[in-house]
């Protein structure tokens, strides 16, 4: 109900903006530039600074502009050379050849530079009306200050005269060498987009809902999660879907497994983490004592923000459970302890099984034996539980289920890899009463990489949705990797904005607050 009342504000919210209202405290209604920033806000084009102010009147970086026009043009990133935050469309932008190497060189030392008006017409042209023309007699009659021009942008200034996207100044200057403010720079981006008939979304990806002030659905809200029938339920009964994001290994990439990094998950709507622990793979097991500090730092940081966290076994290459049980069980009785108190915490006892396992002969023995060792000191949280081929393997599971109550099975897939077939294996399951949980699932190839597939993605969520599945999305990083969230070099110790995210990254948490 409260995420009805969510969505229903959220909607409002979009009204407000589409209606030039101020979406940022330095855009005043009313302004010149009121309704350009606002539209391009509400196309998802631009975002402002995470102090939720625009700066308006701040000379646009370079930067900034090439990762405008890569979202008008639909342009995506491409592996970059430095670690900022726009690298990947920068590069991307240069091999497209909206610019020359020594204008933005891919190096990176102008990239925060404010950009020129004759560099920025260039750009926009080629990015949105590469077949615009304009004839040199009539255009370069209408600047007065022509000669100040660079020769090498003629063509693309007197395409842009032709066409309406770009005026002179009150004295019909151009002035190339100058600079040109956000705000104006809205005004060109918009008249370039209605001139070229639209936003270019080869692949729509979705914006995600502007930052909420808190997750909705917490622990706060839920309390001591229960398993009824197939449906997962909060304290009340009622059914409970989480939402959230699965870390990247905490032995690669603990830092986004970071207080802020949770936090920021969590203000996009989510309210589910998980910590994924690899066993093998350099993980737990050969640094049992830094790994465990790992996850209860990044579980208490979860739990502080009123998240529901996961703690992953993370079997990977080890893909028989039973090979490390003893140490599973430790390790588990000690988490179950040290949260004993704490309904926010559910246990993933094998990531994902995979090679010469069977249900029988392996994965359920292991699970009977590390579920007792939960269950004595937490007797009501939820347990999932994985399955042959990588957790696939429902089917088999829904044959020969665990005894044990509030305990879920879970599914694994990856939009690129997986499809119908393993969506009628879900609802297989589901008909046979076997509870399903969604612990990972990656927009991209089962590799991790490939892609991006958002339209199978979507086709995939919609699926869960439609039956309330919960789903953590893997993963929470900046891995130069498709199924990663975000962009290459993004922070994990501050705020994030669009900019940080990508394309999976953007389609996911546009998906958290779904109700
Ligand atoms: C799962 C694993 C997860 C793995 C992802 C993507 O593996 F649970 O650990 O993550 O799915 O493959 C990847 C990372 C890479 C990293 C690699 C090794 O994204 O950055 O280098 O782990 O640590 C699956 C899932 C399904 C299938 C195969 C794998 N499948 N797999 O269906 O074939 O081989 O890892």
Same mark, same amino acid.
């Given at each position: ?7 229903? #504000?959220?909607?409002? *919210?979009?009204?407000? &903006?589409?209606?030039? *209202? ?13 309704? +350009? ?15 939720? $102010? ?33 690298? /990947? ?15 933005? +060189? ?42 100040? #021009? ?17 005026? /002179? ?6 002035? +190339? ?19 070229? /008939? ?18 909705? /659905? ?8 229960? $398993? ?12 409970? $879907? ?29 309210? #589910? ?29 979860? &739990? ?74 937490? +007797?009501?949280?939820? &347990? ?9 393997? &429902? ?121």
């Amino acid at each position: 109900m409260k995420r009805r009342v969510a969505a229903g #504000l959220l909607a409002l *919210a979009c009204l407000l &903006i589409l209606t030039g *209202a101020a979406r940022f405290s330095d855009v005043p209604e009313g302004s010149w530039y009121a309704q +350009p920033v606002g539209e391009m806000a509400a196309k998802g084009l631009i975002s402002g600074y995470p102090e939720g $102010v625009f700066g308006p009147g701040d000379p646009i970086t370079a930067a900034q502009f090439v990762a405008i026009a890569a979202r008008c043009a639909g342009l995506a990133p491409v592996p970059g050379q430095t670690g900022h935050w726009a690298a /990947g469309s920068l590069q991307a932008a240069l091999q497209a050849g909206w610019y020359d190497w020594d204008e933005i +060189p891919p190096t990176g030392e102008r990239f925060d530079q404010p950009i020129s008006r004759q560099l920025a017409v260039k750009i926009l042209m080629r990015a949105l009306l590469p077949q615009a023309r304009g004839d040199y007699n009539t255009e370069s009659r209408k600047i007065r200050d022509f000669s100040q #021009l660079d020769g090498r942008y003629y063509e693309p200034v007197l395409a842009a005269y032709a066409s309406g996207v770009v005026s /002179g100044d009150n004295l019909g200057n151009f002035n +190339p060498q100058n600079g040109l403010s956000r705000a104006e720079a809205c005004v060109m981006f918009l008249q370039a987009i209605r001139r070229s /008939g639209g936003v270019q979304t080869p692949t729509a990806v979705p914006e995600p809902p502007p930052p909420a002030a808190a997750a909705q /659905g917490g622990v706060s809200e839920h309390g001591w999660l229960q $398993v009824i029938g197939t449906q997962l339920c909060g304290e009340d009964g009622q059914p409970v $879907v989480l939402r959230g994001m699965s870390s990247h290994g905490i032995q690669w990439y603990g830092q986004y497994a970071s207080p802020q990094s949770i936090q920021n998950t969590a203000q996009y709507g989510a309210n #589910l983490f998980r910590v994924a622990m690899y066993t093998g793979e350099n993980g737990y097991l050969s640094n049992p004592a830094a790994i465990r500090q790992k996850v209860i730092q990044a579980v208490d940081g979860a &739990i502080a923000c009123n998240l529901y966290v996961i703690i992953d076994w993370h079997i990977l290459s080890d893909g028989d459970p039973m090979t490390c049980v003893t140490q599973a069980e430790a390790f588990f009785a000690e988490m179950a302890e040290r949260y004993r108190d704490q309904p926010g915490v559910l246990y993933e006892i094998c990531n994902e099984p995979n090679g010469a396992v069977t249900w029988e002969g392996n994965v359920k023995p292991y699970a009977q034996r590390v579920i007792a060792a939960i269950r004595k000191s937490s +007797p009501r949280s939820v &347990i999932l539980v994985g399955s042959p081929t990588w957790s696939q393997d &429902i089917h088999l599971a829904a044959q020969s289920p665990l005894e044990e109550d509030n305990l879920m099975y879970t599914l694994h897939f990856y939009a690129g890899t997986h499809g119908e077939e393993l969506r009628r294996r879900v609802d297989s399951a589901l008909a046979k009463g076997l509870p399903v949980f969604v612990s990972e699932w990656g927009t991209s190839r089962a590799d991790g990489s490939g892609g991006v597939f958002l339209e199978e993605s979507a086709q995939w969520l919609d699926f869960l949705d439609r039956r309330g599945i919960s789903w953590a999305n893997w993963s929470l990083c900046d891995k130069n990797e498709t199924s990663a969230a975000l962009r290459p070099g993004t922070s994990p110790d501050r705020a994030w904005s669009r900019e940080d995210l990508s394309q999976s990254g953007a389609f996911v948490f546009s998906r958290f607050a779904m109700s």
